[in-house]
Nanobody, 126 residues
Framework: QVQLVESGGGSVQAGGSLRLSCAAS????????MAWFRQAPGKEREGVAV???????YYADSLKGRFTISRDYAKNTLYLQMNSLKPDDTGTYYC????????????????????WGQGTQVTVSS
């Protein structure tokens, strides 16, 4: 069974930085496309960043330049470096994996991912 476990969330002031981590239980799932999503209270879950098996990266337009997604195959871990955080970045951040997809596949549709972590809370105060 796939397990994704996020960590690294917390509270930070606007302008600060956080790095989220997502540990995968099986290398197979790290070999698919992986993504970060977030969900603010009362809002739908939205895609933040995706990294494909071949290392291509895709970001939500509003986050380009501030967030960086990366993966460490040796550690079976996905990362999200978040800089210049804003109060609007507050929410629960989720790690997701899409397995069995072709190399280069990516999507910001939550329903297309078949494994999810439990989420980690990020709170940015002004």
């Amino acid at each position: 069974q796939v397990q994704l476990v996020e960590s690294g969330g917390g509270s930070v002031q606007a302008g600060g930085s956080l790095r989220l981590s997502c540990a995968a239980s099986r290398y197979t799932y790290v070999s698919g496309s992986m993504a970060w999503f977030r969900q603010a209270p009362g809002k739908e879950r939205e895609g933040v960043a995706v990294i494909t098996q071949d290392g291509s990266r895709y970001y939500a337009d509003s986050l380009k330049g501030r967030f960086t997604i990366s993966r460490d195959y040796a550690k079976n871990t996905l990362y999200l470096q978040m800089n210049s955080l804003k109060p609007d970045d507050t929410g629960t951040y989720y790690c997701a994996a899409a397995t069995g997809v072709y190399v280069g596949w990516w999507s910001f549709q939550p329903g297309e991912y078949n494994a999810w972590g439990q989420g980690t809370q990020v709170t940015v105060s002004s």
